[in-house]
């Protein structure tokens, strides 16, 4: 992942009636160096006594409850609503960085929209987490392998909001990757940017690292594969306020948007696809 802006916000959702509560701390002790937490909120029926145990936590760890109360038997209504959250949040406060906390594929969709949308999506959940979710996501980090970077505190003497301390050594990289320090006295000079036709070769060689048989490719596989090959790229850079504008613009792919359910054709995904006369 490229870096952010030290402005940059950053909105950490959980999916409380997915996400047990040793998670979310494990979550909030891993993201604590990045020091960029616009919010935290966690979704669920809190009138539930299966989640009575969450209530302290939640003021522990200063995490905001939303209420989804379940209308029918069986059935949680905590994923719609942090999905309208997130795109409320999208659009009304600018979070840039989303960091969606569950093992539900359900996700998906919320993650392509996102992405699409010029926002980076950090996900977190179990390793039984659905494929799709997974790669829809910029970065997808493991409740398990948390526990090896994230270790309890050895001393009651410690006085913490969280009962776990970062190895901050050996994220050290990885934090640098996700976001810009926050305290950067001689920030690097801008590299010149590149031209049409290097833009170009740019985009046509992400997609082939994906496709080269030049089949569909989700926009969000394709903006994920983007900050791999070249980190830091934003279209923002070519006076595009999304990655979706540019692709249209530069006329080098074709571009459909196809429903993932017939049952709910409101659920759908962008696709691109290289032009064959490019």
Not at 2 to 7: A, C, I, M, W
Request: hydrophobic share 40%.
């Amino acid at each position: 992942m490229g870096n952010f802006p030290r402005e940059a916000r950053l909105a950490v959702l959980i999916d409380a009636e997915n996400v047990n509560i040793q998670s979310a701390r494990l979550v909030l002790a891993r993201l604590r160096p990045y020091k960029l937490l616009a919010l935290k909120r966690a979704y669920g029926d809190w009138s539930n006594a299966r989640l009575s145990g969450w209530k302290p936590a939640l003021a522990e760890m200063g995490i905001q409850p939303i209420h989804a109360p379940t209308y029918t038997a069986g059935k949680n209504s905590a994923d719609i609503t942090l999905v309208i959250d997130a795109m409320d949040l999208l659009h009304t406060q600018k979070v840039e960085l989303f960091c969606i906390v569950s093992s539900d594929g359900d996700f998906t969709p919320l993650v392509y929209r996102l992405v699409e949308s010029g926002a980076k999506v950090v996900g977190f959940g179990q390793k039984k987490s659905p494929k799709a979710f997974v790669n829809a996501c910029h970065r997808f980090l493991y409740f398990e392998d948390l526990e090896r970077s994230i270790t309890p505190l050895p001393s009651p003497h410690f006085q913490t909001t969280s009962a776990y301390v970062v190895d901050t050594q050996a994220l050290q990289s990885e934090a640098i990757a996700m976001v810009q320090p926050a305290n950067t006295h001689h920030p690097a000079k801008a590299k010149p940017m590149p031209s049409r036709e290097e833009l170009l070769k740019l985009l046509k060689d992400t997609y082939q690292a994906l496709s080269p048989q030049s089949n569909w490719v989700s926009l969000s596989r394709f903006s994920s594969q983007l900050q791999k090959q070249h980190p830091g790229f934003t279209s923002k850079h070519f006076g595009y306020a999304r990655l979706r504008k540019m692709i249209e613009s530069v006329n080098l792919f074709d571009l459909r948007q196809r429903s993932l359910s017939p049952e709910n054709p409101t659920s759908t995904v962008i696709e691109i696809r290289l032009k064959p006369a490019v």
